[in-house]
Every structure is written in structure tokens, then in C-alpha cells.
């Protein structure tokens, strides 16, 4: 079995590959294709998000790039100094992770940024191959419930014994860390159900964690 966490060229999902495609032919100047991680593949933090935004990742072809939802994120990388830049522009603006890889658990843009139950378990497989890869101790942060569940799926463990819930902590598969936290996601800040206070909460569990370890 090919141990592969990304193709560029995947049509596993009809639906999403015909997505791209009708994407490209309205944005050519657009990415448009899988989305690979962003991040040293050996760095001791993970972060999981759902999928690329239509006018973000899907066209900087950068995790969290482009769109309202990478705003917080990057900069509390940076305040916590994950990253070397509080913003992420493109993927030419020479911004570098520290100890730090960001993925997301469907690698195509879905349309109305919603992916079906069966391209989540069909992304799956690229998803559970880098999570395996991952060394004892590492710190694993779910951004949302889907992300959340699909780490929980990817080591074969039951959702009901592991419910997602912001700054619930897990420890699964090879002794690693999982951290959940609301996504950071324009709905998400602007109602506050997620503040930035919260979430820089989260993101000192995830040092507190590491520095454990």
C-alpha cells in the first residue's frame, strides 16, 4: 500500500476534481489542485485543519493563506514563535514554520466549503500516512470537529470515546498529544464563540505540551 500524504494529480473525489477544474476555468491564475502540507515534515506540531478555501489555500496553494480563517492562526504561530512572519500572503512571501507543519484533512476545496462524508473518509488515507509518521510525543492540534474526527479515524479509535470539544486533550496512538480547538474560522471569531484569548489559551497547551515531552 502506497504510503503517499499527497498527489497533486488525485481524482479520487469526482466531484471535487470537477470542482477544481470548473475553478481553474473561472480563477486561472488560481492553484487549484491539492493542497500539500506547509511545514518541516519533521516538526513536532501538527495542525489540522478541515480544507482549502476557494479564495485562500485553493489559491495560494498554502494552508491558511489568502483567506480570513489564516489571519489568527498565523498570527499566533508568530506570537508564540511557531513562524518567522505574522502573516502569510503567498507562498513567495518567505514565511518559514517553526517545529511547526499545518495540513488539513481534505487536501481539494469543496464546494460551499463542504466536503461529504465520503470525501472526508476518501482523504482519509493521505491524512492517516502522515499522521502515522509522526514521532513519539508529538503534539496534534484539531481545528474543528471534522478535522477532530478525521485524526480520531485515522488511528482507528472509536469517535464516541474521544468527542470533540474546544481544549479537549487526548492521548492517542504512540503516546501522542491531541488538542481540539473551535476553528478560526471568520463565523467562529466574529461571533465569539472562538476569541483570540481562547485560542492563544489553546496554543499555550500545545507549548506547555511540548515542552514536556
Request: with cysteine; proline share 4%.
Amino acid at each position: 500500500m502506497s504510503k503517499s500524504i499527497y498527489q497533486a494529480n488525485c481524482r479520487k473525489c469526482i466531484r471535487l476534481a470537477d470542482f477544481l477544474k470548473t475553478s481553474k476555468q473561472k480563477y486561472p491564475d488560481y492553484f487549484c489542485k491539492p493542497v500539500p502540507a506547509f511545514g518541516d515534515s519533521k516538526a513536532k506540531f501538527l495542525i489540522v485543519g478541515l480544507a482549502p478555501g476557494l479564495h485562500g489555500a485553493n489559491a495560494t496553494g498554502r494552508p491558511f493563506t489568502g483567506d480570513f480563517a489564516g489571519i489568527l492562526l498565523y498570527e499566533t504561530l508568530y506570537k508564540f514563535g511557531f513562524s518567522n512572519k505574522s502573516k502569510s500572503v503567498n507562498a513567495d512571501d518567505k514565511l518559514k514554520l517553526n517545529n511547526c507543519r499545518i495540513t488539513n484533512a481534505v487536501k481539494c476545496v469543496p464546494p460551499a466549503n463542504k466536503p461529504t462524508t465520503k470525501e472526508i473518509k476518501i482523504c482519509n488515507t493521505y491524512l492517516k500516512n502522515e499522521l502515522q509518521a509522526l514521532q513519539h510525543g508529538n503534539v496534534i492540534l484539531a481545528l474543528g470537529k471534522i478535522a477532530h474526527d478525521s485524526i480520531i479515524r485515522s488511528f482507528d479509535l472509536k469517535l464516541n470515546q474521544y468527542p470533540f470539544g474546544h481544549e479537549n486533550i487526548y492521548e492517542i496512538g504512540n503516546s501522542l498529544t491531541l488538542i481540539d480547538s473551535y476553528h478560526c474560522s471568520r463565523y467562529n471569531t466574529q461571533t465569539k464563540r472562538l476569541t483570540r484569548k481562547q485560542f492563544e489559551q489553546v496554543f499555550k497547551r500545545v507549548t506547555d505540551t511540548l515542552n514536556k515531552s
